[in-house]
């Protein structure tokens, strides 16, 4: 069993909630949710931000 699996579970909430259907990811999205992982909770937080305003920037009012 891998560890990246077992810590992620570690997160999961203890009930039981509807989830989405799996989605494929690229080799790049993966590459960027292992970085995002491994970020601190206020890098994270940071990350977040940033790509909500830049996201907001992009679209039309």
Same mark, same amino acid.
């Given at each position: 069993?891998?560890?990246?699996?077992?810590?992620?579970?570690?997160?999961? =909430?203890?009930?039981?909630?509807? $989830?989405? !259907?799996?989605?494929?990811?690229t080799?790049?999205? *993966?590459? =960027?949710?292992?970085?995002?992982? $491994?970020? !601190?909770?206020?890098?994270?937080?940071?990350?977040r *931000?940033?790509?909500?305003?830049?996201?907001?920037?992009?679209?039309p009012?």
């Amino acid at each position: 069993m891998s560890s990246d699996l077992n810590a992620a579970d570690g997160e999961q =909430l203890a009930e039981r909630v509807a $989830q989405p !259907g799996r989605e494929w990811v690229t080799p790049e999205e *993966r590459l =960027l949710l292992r970085f995002y992982r $491994q970020l !601190g909770h206020a890098d994270q937080a940071f990350m977040r *931000r940033a790509i909500e305003a830049i996201v907001l920037k992009k679209s039309p009012l």
